[in-house]
Antibody
Framework: QVQLVQSGAEVKKPGASVKVSCQAS????????LHWVRQAPGQGLEWVGWINPDSGGTNYAQRFQGRVTMTRDASINTAYMELSSLKSDDTAVYFC???????????????WGQGTLVSVSS | EIVLTQSPATLSLSPGERATLSCRAS??????LAWYQQNPGQAPRLLIYDASNRATAIPARFSGSASGADFTLTISSLEPEDFAVYFC?????????FGQGTRLEIK
């Protein structure tokens, strides 16, 4: 069965960077785009961007451009999201989510990781 | 950027009742709207995509419909496990955007 397992919670100071991992299993890693979505405490969902695991190509939401970097290591079926210059309002649960469509980014998220809480506080 | 407005913010119903949740788009998004269910402390779960297509293993009591820029998620007869937060999400325009959510609570 498809599983996305994320790395554990992180506590960071303002200005620092954080790197969250998402290890996939149960399907061919290169065949499906992986998205990152975040959720601030008690708030709604916000799309951060996607990575094409096959090519390494990325697409980031405008508000995160320049601060976010998505990468992957296909040898271990793992995608990463690194967010730099952290601010207190980056405190959120970060989810990875697999696209529903094979080899396309159709922005339908049908499998999700368990989430990683990133707390930013001085 | 498209704005999705969900209503009501909170819906209080009893098990066995019918639930109707709404999502209105600020501009045309064709049929490209999805619905997700989220329980506390869990990841969202895809229920409906492209307005009316049920995702894999989603019970038939969940259905979606569209009329212009207005979208509806209907739960025909509420089960105890259906009390959760529901989000709509559009994929017609970049970037994908979510609504602010409707909390479905037990009356």
């Amino acid at each position: 069965q498809v599983q996305l397992v994320q790395s554990g919670a992180e506590v960071k100071k303002p200005g620092a960077s954080v790197k969250v991992s998402c290890q996939a299993s149960g399907y061919t890693f290169n065949d499906y785009y992986l998205h990152w979505v975040r959720q601030a405490p008690g708030q709604g969902l916000e799309w951060v961007g996607w990575i094409n695991p096959d090519s390494g190509g990325t697409n980031y939401a405008q508000r995160f451009q320049g601060r976010v970097t998505m990468t992957r290591d296909a040898s271990i079926n793992t995608a990463y999201m690194e967010l730099s210059s952290l601010k207190s309002d980056d405190t959120a649960v970060y989810f990875c989510a697999r696209d529903r469509w094979e080899r396309l980014s159709r922005d339908i998220f049908n499998y999700w990781g368990q989430g990683t809480l990133v707390s930013v506080s001085s | 950027e498209i704005v999705l407005t969900q209503s009501p913010a909170t819906l209080s119903l009893s098990p066995g009742e019918r639930a109707t949740l709404s999502c209105r788009a600020s501009q045309n998004i064709n049929k490209y709207l999805a619905w997700y269910q989220q329980n506390p402390g869990q990841a969202p779960r895809l229920l409906i995509y492209d307005a009316s297509n049920r995702a894999t293993a989603i019970p038939a009591r969940f259905s979606g419909s569209a009329s212009g820029a207005d979208f509806t998620l209907t739960i025909s007869s509420l089960e105890p496990e259906d009390f959760a937060v529901y989000f709509c999400q559009q994929r017609y325009n970049w970037p994908p955007v979510f609504g602010q959510g409707t909390r479905l609570e037990i009356k």
